[in-house]
């Protein structure tokens, strides 16, 4: 905040600058902004640019600002299929089999209650539906209606130990499988994110059931990223308290090579 606000010199020191303007504030919600002012150091955020749109985005008020949503008229004739078209293991092979009746989304790590959730469970779950415009950086958007539980509820039922700081998505699928076994597909966000209202499980595209490329059974929808951060073959979602020690570190795959960690957009 100082860095976009006051002058390199300022005599206004950020505590006192931050005392100032909120003075109105709760001590806890000042060392939980203070808290999360940090989190780009977990994950070395190189890029400053990056950093400015996420503090912009964090500290002048767009933490719960609402993604842009469309009508069914806005909706695309063709939503692309981009990334892994079909996850090349055996163990989802079995599960696309079954229905995906054997399928189960896992939430554990830095929980209080570690959930095993079926598509049933998930279904019987409060819904939203949400119409919503998809970004790849590749060029190319597509509009589409998303439907299944917010992410909040999710945390809410697996309770948050005080030390979570960001949610981790663990796929199903290797996008570039590494002679070492590297490779599989993972995405991270933080907890504003997390419990933003329009972060959602989603398992309908367009009132149908997700297709496998469309990301079968439960994919992420977090609306005010971009497309690499909308994970597919959602199968874990890990709380943890930092990112360095997934992947090669970076928080997600693409992030892993060269891609922003928040692709706020
Ligand atoms: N598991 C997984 N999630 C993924 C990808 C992927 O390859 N694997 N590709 C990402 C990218 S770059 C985009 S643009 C979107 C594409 O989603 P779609 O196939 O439903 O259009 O998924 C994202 N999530
Ligand atoms: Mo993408």
Excluded at 122 to 140: F, K, N, S, Y
Excluded at 159 to 182: K, S
Excluded at 227 to 244: C, P, S, W
Aim: charged share 25%; glycine share 10%.
């Amino acid at each position: 905040m100082s860095r976009i606000l006051l002058p390199k010199n300022s005599p206004l020191g950020r505590r006192k600058f931050l005392g100032l303007g909120v003075a109105g504030l709760g001590a806890g919600l000042l060392s939980g902004c203070d808290r999360l002012s940090e989190a780009p150091k977990f994950i070395d955020m190189l890029g400053s640019a990056e950093s400015l749109t996420y503090r912009i985005q964090r500290f002048l008020g767009g933490g719960s600002a609402l993604a842009r949503e469309f009508s069914e008229a806005d909706l695309s004739p063709v939503f692309k299929v981009n990334g892994t078209q079909a996850p090349d293991t055996p163990e989802y092979a079995a599960l696309q089999e079954s229905g995906f009746a054997n399928w189960r989304l896992r939430i554990d790590g830095l929980v209080t209650k570690p959930l095993d959730l079926s598509l049933a469970d998930l279904r019987a779950m409060p819904q939203r539906t949400q119409i919503t415009r998809h970004d790849c950086v590749e060029g190319w958007s597509a509009i589409g209606k998303w439907q299944g539980p917010t992410l909040a509820d999710l945390l809410r039922r697996a309770g948050l130990q005080p030390t979570a700081r960001f949610a981790v998505f663990h796929c199903a699928d290797f996008y570039e499988r590494a002679a070492d076994g590297t490779g599989q597909y993972y995405e991270s966000i933080d907890l504003i994110d997390a419990f933003h209202p329009q972060t959602i499980l989603a398992h309908r595209l367009n009132d149908e059931a997700l297709s496998v490329g469309h990301g079968a059974p439960l994919r992420l929808r977090v609306e005010r990223q971009l497309g690499y951060k909308q994970a597919k073959y959602v199968m874990r979602i890990e709380l943890t308290d930092r990112l360095d020690h997934l992947g090669l570190g970076k928080g997600g795959f693409w992030p892993d090579r060269g891609y922003e960690w928040y692709a706020g957009i």
